[in-house]
């Protein structure tokens, strides 16, 4: 099979997902499992389902992204949670614009498929940080979702040094100093498979949006 982009899936103890999340890979898409330390076997079954399985040690979003990038070799990435909330089937929404030279950074915007979908703890902070960021940049984006596509070269060219949950923020900041052309569009999203270990908790969003606010504060 001929690879046109790497999807690079950070995983922290995804094992009961990864079966359903690595099936729906559209043709000519390559998985790229950055395992951050789990121990329940994830990198084995995701080893066994034929995906790229990459060690990352240092915990953190941003660590394992980052070194999934860093181990791609396809010219455009995305990258998605691979928790089982988004489809991967939907992923040529969000790297089409990129391949068809529209758009530089592509992200999903998360439209809930029930209501348990997306946790309204997780939900108020997520609007909150997109407002702040359109008040404090002009960006105008709904959502910081994590599911994405930019060409790869270009995103490492950005510098991105957050490695915990202000990872996505920095990616939007640094894209928009750099002149990118950013887009948005819908995606499913559905109830995660397991607990979340950021937005599935309370103490989690907080630290996602104490993580988010630092960079916004910088920017300001």
Partial sequence: MSVTIDVVLPCLDEAAALPGVLGGLPSGMRAIVVDNGSTDGSASVAERLGAMVVHEAR???GAAVHAGVSAATSDIV???DADGSFDLAELPRVTGPVLAGECD???GRR???SRGAWLPHARIANAYLSRRLRARSGIILHDLGP???ARRERLLSLGLRDRRSG???EMVLAAAREGWRIGEVDVTYRPRDGRSKVTGTVRGTAIAIADMSRLL???G
């Fill in 59 to 61: 915990r953190g979003f």
């Fill in 105 to 107: 950074l592509v992200l």
């Fill in 147 to 149: 599911m994405r596509a």
């Fill in 167 to 169: 990872y996505p923020l």
């Fill in 78 to 80: 995305a990258i998605c």
């Fill in 217 to 219: 504060r910088k920017r």
């Fill in 111 to 113: 439209i809930p498929v």
